[in-house]
């Protein structure tokens, strides 16, 4: 009878761990489609999840953990994402770590995630709000530091909706 209960204690583990892992690949291909389709940079309490693995997306969670003292589940945190994929969103960067913080601390108050992003959100959705003027920019980099920020910039592109990296003038 024991080693029957440790294998099907064994079983609700592996079917939870493969949830979670579910639920972190829908969250990051949601980072990837708002990145590179519509301008919008997801961070998770104030880390990147841009080029993260699934392993590091759910070690991310474990430290919101012990920085907010507060359980945020990658389940939630993929709907909300899932939720903002949807929306008409200006390009920004969100943290949405604290997104997902606020959803679950006033969750009661509305009826769903998208009433709550809605009303969350309300200065960064809509065409309007989309009026960006993308600047050309040369990087004269020398060295470790050019390359530095040359990756940086690149990086932090997305779209191309602010700054566009046109050349970079090394010696």
Known sequence: MEIMEA????????????????????????????MYDQGVELVFFRNHLV???????????????????????AHTTAK?????????LAPSKLDIGKLTKQYL????????????????LSDFIGKDK???EPRDVVLYGFGRIGRLAARELIKQAGKGQQLRLRAIVTR
């Open 7 to 34: 294998k099907t204690g064994y079983e609700a583990e592996l079917q939870n761990w493969v949830s979670k892992e579910r639920a972190t690949v829908s969250l990051i291909n949601s980072v990837g489609t708002l």
């Open 51 to 73: 080029d993260l693995g699934v392993n590091e997306v759910l070690n991310l969670f474990d430290y919101a953990d012990n920085v907010v003292q507060k359980h945020i589940d």
């Open 130 to 132: 989309h009026k960006f």
């Open 105 to 120: 601390e006033k969750k009661e108050e509305y009826a769903s995630v998208e009433d709550f992003l809605s009303t969350t």
């Open 80 to 88: 909300v994402a899932k939720v903002m994929r949807s929306m008409d």
